[in-house]
């Protein structure tokens, strides 16, 4: 959804027989509304210096002489391909998948991970999924389709060893998505889930942006965008900079573009707009058009969820942070935890509480006390 109108580039447009035909935008024009997501940082944890050498330790490794990088080969009904992880640290009991947004976004967005993480002894993964960045990037909009990405997760554990005595799934937006989807399937592979800034439905997401949101906006700036969005001309350099210095950062990440965190900026110019145009629409208020994620909804398969699950919201997120609370009391063994001066990237713009909370729950699973 994040768009620069100072920044524009080709963009592909989807039709029903042919996707050859480009226009110039922004560089942000497919940055979507669940993507995403400076405080004062947590207080470290205490660890003596033995832990700290074997969380650093990699002899013996095989991805050692990678730096953790490792590409997994992936099956596909198209073939095979090979996307891009990261592993960061040893722990044999706490390891944390993390699943980026978009769909077609990077694992860029959560280099604030690195300030956090290794201080607690968690091991962690980051992850280009198929059609993002340091992944294969095949030219067949047939693979970007939810139950195939489901399938990708899943080899993706394999490879990397992951079991439910050290699983975590962490995934937020579309990450969000496709890690209940995951968790509906294979929540035996899982030691704990953690669906950030997601709720368990599109329609419900639809409605929460057009009866609670918008409104928000002032006036004569809603007229304005909706006239763009009724034209469907996405790309226009107003469009964009209405809902860049109005929406964004109101809801999408609380500060001014030019101060936004290099790695979102970053995370932003690598996008696949293949992926997020099949899957979440040209528009940046919503899911529209033929877009395959727009009648998700697994609300009613919510109970089926027995593994320790963490549902994050924030007070400002695109996302109804009480259908977030609703998730973690409809789930099994759910707990919510509130970002209050966050919004969709509350990993940057609610360091404190998205991290004293994350951590937590991670630690309260591995301990038992959970």
Known sequence: ??????????????????????????????????????????????????????????????????????????????????????????????????????????????????????????????????????????????????????????????????????????????????????????????????????????????????EVLAPKLPADVLEEIMSYENKEDYGNPRYLELVTNHYYTRHVIRMQPEDWPDPIVRGFKHLNPDVYVTMQGPSEFGIKGDATLKNWDVKDRLPELMVPTLTIGATHDTMDPEHMKWISETVQNGRFLLCPNGSHLSQFDDQENFFNGLIKFIKDVDSGSF
């Not at 962490?170 to 669906?195: F, P």
Request: with cysteine; net charge negative; hydrophobic share 35%.
């Open 1 to 210: 959804m994040l768009k620069y109108s100072w920044h524009r580039e080709n963009k592909a447009i989807l039709s029903d027989t042919k996707r050859n035909s480009t226009m110039k935008c922004s560089l942000y024009t497919f940055i979507l509304c669940f993507i995403f997501s400076n405080c004062q940082a947590p207080t470290p944890s205490v660890t003596d210096l033995s832990d700290a050498l074997t969380y650093l330790d990699n002899s013996g490794k095989e991805d050692r002489f990678m730096g953790g990088v490792k590409m997994i080969d992936i099956e596909t009904p198209k073939g095979t391909f090979k996307v891009w992880t990261k592993r960061v640290g040893n722990n044999p009991t706490m390891k944390v998948l993390l699943l980026h947004g978009g769909p077609g976004m990077t694992h860029e967005i959560y280099e604030c991970f690195d300030g956090y993480f290794p201080q607690e002894n968690i091991e962690y993964y980051y992850y280009d999924q198929l059609g993002s960045y340091y992944s294969d990037q095949p030219d067949d909009l047939s693979l970007w389709d939810l139950p195939r990405f489901v399938e990708e997760v899943e080899q993706v554990r394999i490879a990397l060893g992951l079991d439910k005595d050290n699983f975590y799934l962490y995934g937020q937006s579309w990450g969000g998505i496709l890690g209940m989807e995951y968790a509906l399937k294979y929540q035996k592979n899982l030691k704990g889930l953690i669906i950030s800034n997601m709720v368990a439905s599109i329609p419900d997401y639809m409605a929460y942006s057009d």
